[in-house]
């Protein structure tokens, strides 16, 4: 390996590193930032997580959906207990969704009405 291809590829791993540096301390500084989160009038749990299960083709878990609604908005703030009570609303309230086990959600599947 000649002394160019060393030197382009320490560089490539030192720019990987300042990569993972920066989302690293994005991270630290969200964790420590105690204010509260001011969420994008646009913004709804309830609503992001009635999307995130009609586009399952299959029933999901409460994990699997909180874990889905942190990718997609890292910053928010959203936790278990958030996921939860949207859940709880949609089942109960909204009767937009159905549990099919301990944890697990899908869309609710309407009656069919009958021709006539």
Do not use: C, W
């Amino acid at each position: 390996m000649s002394m160019n291809e060393q030197a382009v590829k320490k560089l490539e791993e030192i720019n990987q590193l300042q990569a993972q540096i920066s989302v690293l301390q994005e991270k630290l500084e969200m964790l420590l930032d105690e204010k509260k989160v001011v969420l994008p009038t646009d913004f709804s749990v309830i609503n992001e997580v009635l999307k995130i299960l009609q586009e399952s083709k299959n029933p999901l878990h409460t994990k699997e959906i909180t874990r889905e609604l942190i990718r997609k908005f890292p910053s928010y703030g959203i936790d278990r207990k958030k996921v939860a009570a949207a859940l709880v609303y949609l089942k109960n309230t909204k009767k937009k969704i159905t549990g099919v086990g301990r944890g697990v959600y899908q869309v609710a599947v309407l009656p069919e009405q009958g021709v006539g």
